[in-house]
């Protein structure tokens, strides 16, 4: 299981695997946010998640999250979604989370996973960078798709 970096332009940071699981079994999880804290590779997100079991356009769902020792809860809104393909949400700085399926054969999915902050002022996009952001997302995004293809793995 290899996780490949993914070229999606400026303030973009994505990353993508091979998952040997069926598109919708994969889908299944990335569109609960209460199993949020299954996928998360930065360790940062807490089982406490109110909204839908099922995201959909323009749902909103709160997750309580525990960064550098400060413990918090973030509201985001879906701003895309595409049924057992496709699931983003705005964070409330305004980046987005972005989760693409696309099928490979009926038991395996390429999965990218991208944060996007290309849609906040570019002041808070050069505040991100200073902060390192870009960097940190990255790592967690690796860490939380070898989880993921792991986790099927043993499946």
């Known amino acids: 299981m290899t996780v490949e970096q993914v ?4 303030r973009r940071v994505a990353r993508t695997v091979k998952v ?3 598109s919708d079994d994969v889908f299944a999880l990335v569109a609960d946010p209460h199993r949020h804290g299954e996928l998360d590779g930065s ?3 807490r089982d406490t998640v109110s909204g839908p079991r099922r995201l959909s356009q323009g749902a909103q769902f709160s997750v309580a999250i525990k960064q550098f020792g400060v413990r918090y809860r ?15 949400w705005r964070h409330p ?9 696309t099928p490979l054969t009926p038991t395996s999915t390429r999965v ?3 944060f996007d902050y290309s849609t906040v002022p570019a002041v808070q996009g050069k505040i991100f960078e200073l902060l ?15 989880q993921l293809a792991s986790r099927y793995a043993r499946a």
């Open 20 to 22: 040997p699981a069926s």
């Open 93 to 101: 700085a305004g980046h987005r989370w972005r989760w693409e399926l």
């Open 43 to 45: 360790g940062t997100v």
């Open 7 to 10: 070229e999606q332009g400026p």
């Open 132 to 146: 390192g952001f870009h960097r940190q997302n990255a790592a967690s995004i690796e860490a939380t798709l070898r």
């Open 112 to 114: 990218t996973e991208t």
């Open 74 to 88: 973030i509201t985001s809104t879906v701003t895309r979604f595409e049924d057992g393909r496709l699931v983003e």
